[in-house]
């Protein structure tokens, strides 16, 4: 009975030493707490146990619960509808951990401080995407390799990449995402972002065309694209797209030079800048051409009545005539040479921006140093002098000339001296019965054929002798010569002879007396060509059995 006891006392003083050496080695372990964040959503759970040894049943933590260290966390987190309420995430300390197999483990390990788990879950959100002609784009989520379709649900947090693919020869013109132009966002032609809502995305993509500026020296232009209003560089590699507005600046150039031209694929637009700028709608590839050269002036000079003027600048050895004007370099030397005045006129003044340099010429020459724009004024007036007007005396016939007087019609003074400049109205020679007229010469021209309604006006500059030749047609001549009928007369390639007998001889002889036609007449008609000869006077001579009859023609 004493062993029994013994043995039960024994026992149970085992039994509690046992049990308090276990319950210290509990309260010694090393333990931290842990805090379970509840997820906000609605219908999400988060639950966080461990399994004992030895035990096939989990003990649930609750939220501020010390764990002791190196214990197995095992972690559940769920959605009542993962469909439209996915799992993102499951996360300790803040940091995000990997699922284990079916679920989420964690060890506690030692340290200090809490234990924070958390889990984050997420919505589906929508992508709708389109795009223009001439490209395409391409939307892949994360860990995907397969591109979505327009109108596909994605888990929200997920990153998507957005590819841009022009066709050949096009470029983007425009990514918008959720209304927000991020063109410029691009990075080798790829767009990222994380999605948090339903998200629409449009791309408009254009027909690329080059810029090209020819580099000049002396100065620089400024080209720009516009776009609603907002002004951005040309990318450095000159693509433009089709339908952009190029906004080109008037060239800036260096002191001492100006602009020549500005070409715009082989046109001149130089003077269609206004304001400062030119616009340009891009519909092809733009090749722009601005020439400079060294600044110059214009030289204006007003034609003046009674003589000529000579004006030239040398600049780098080269001469360069500049007479009726021009532009100069600035600070070259313009040389204007003295006046040369035709014969009955005198100098009244040079003007140069209205100051008479008349007096000026040194050596015949006036020089002056370029460095504003220069008009250049010349005139000159008649001087009083006397021509003597001689009238030759007139066989079988006689001639009118007048003189204007003021505006009046008045007769030569009787000693044929006319003040200079004074016009002359000649009318065309009276012939008596009998004459033909052969010619009227004024000095050594022929004005036969410049009648015109039968007058002549001929303004005095030198001494002027008038003489009229004619031809006395006789007997049988007047008789043939009052049957002849010759038309057209004045004539332009041919003319026609009627009233000859046939077997008259016809013969055309020009003012020196050499024989241009000759033929023999037939019956009826008799056509002339003349088509070869000059425009003037020529005698027609008719010849038959010794009687002759001589006829003025007149080729236009």
Not at 232 to 259: F, N
Request: hydrophobic share 35%.
């Amino acid at each position: 009975m004493k062993k029994s006891y013994s043995i039960f006392l024994s026992t149970l003083f085992c039994f509690l030493f046992c049990s308090l050496s276990a319950q210290d080695a509990q309260l010694n372990a090393a333990s931290r707490k842990v805090i379970i964040e509840a997820p906000a959503e609605p219908g999400t759970h988060l639950e966080v146990a461990y399994r004992p040894a030895g035990s096939f049943f989990p003990n649930y933590v609750q939220s501020g619960q010390q764990v002791d260290v190196g214990t197995t966390l095992i972690i559940d987190a769920y959605s009542d509808n993962p469909t439209k309420l996915p799992l993102v995430a499951v996360r300790v300390n803040g940091e995000e951990i990997e699922k284990s197999g079916s679920g989420y483990t964690y060890v506690i390990p030692e340290g200090e401080g809490d234990i924070v788990i958390s889990a984050e879950f997420g919505l589906l959100y929508q992508v709708d995407f389109s795009y223009s002609l001439n490209g395409r784009i391409e939307l892949y989520a994360a860990g995907s390799e397969e591109p979505l379709t327009t109108g596909t649900c994605v888990n929200g947090n997920v990153e998507i990449t957005v590819k841009v693919i022009p066709d050949s020869g096009c470029d983007l013109l425009s990514l918008v995402v959720n209304d927000e132009n991020v063109t410029d966002q691009l990075a080798n032609n790829e767009y990222k972002f994380v999605l948090k809502k339903n998200t629409s995305i449009t791309a408009a993509f254009q027909k690329a065309y080059r810029l090209t500026v020819e580099p000049f020296e002396h100065g620089s232009m400024r080209v720009a694209i516009s776009d609603k209003g907002d002004l951005s560089d040309v990318p450095s590699d000159g693509k433009i797209l089709d339908g952009q507005t190029l906004i080109l600046w008037w060239p800036t150039v260096e002191e001492g030079y100006e602009v020549g031209s500005v070409l715009m694929n082989g046109t001149d637009i130089t003077e269609q800048f206004f304001s400062g700028t030119y616009n340009h709608v891009v519909k092809g590839d733009v090749n722009v051409t601005v020439t400079i050269r060294k600044k110059t002036y214009g030289l204006t000079v007003k034609d003046f009545v009674g003589g000529t003027i000579k004006a030239e600048f040398e600049d780098e050895g080269v001469v360069t005539d500049v007479s009726a004007g021009g532009r100069v370099p600035e600070n070259a030397t313009l040389k204007i040479y003295e006046p040369v005045l035709d014969e009955g006129y005198e100098l009244v003044y040079v003007s140069l921006n209205g100051s008479d340099i008349k007096d000026q010429f040194k050596d015949g020459i006036y020089s002056l140093t370029m460095k504003e724009d220069v008009m250049l004024v010349v005139k000159a007036k008649e001087i009083d002098k006397m021509f003597k007007l001689t009238i030759d005396e007139i066989e079988g016939g006689s001639i009118d000339v007048q003189v204007y007087v003021g505006g009046d019609l008045a007769d030569v003074p009787a000693d044929g001296n006319i003040k200079n400049g004074t016009m002359l109205m000649i009318s065309e020679p009276v012939l008596e019965d009998g004459y033909e007229l052969v010619s009227v010469m004024l000095n050594e021209e022929d004005i036969t054929a410049l009648f015109e309604e039968g007058v002549y006006f001929h303004t005095m500059r030198q001494d002027v002798t008038i003489s009229v030749k004619t031809n006395y047609v006789s007997g049988v001549e007047e008789e043939q010569a009052d049957r002849v009928r010759i038309y057209p007369n004045p004539f332009a390639e041919s003319c026609v002879v009627s009233g000859v007998a046939a077997g008259t001889s016809v013969r055309v002889f020009n003012m020196t007396g050499a024989c241009v036609f000759s033929k023999v007449a037939g019956t009826g008609e008799t056509e002339i060509r003349l088509s070869g000869l000059a425009s003037g006077v020529y005698i027609l001579k008719l010849e038959k059995d010794g009687d002759s009859s001589c006829h003025k023609l007149i080729r236009k």
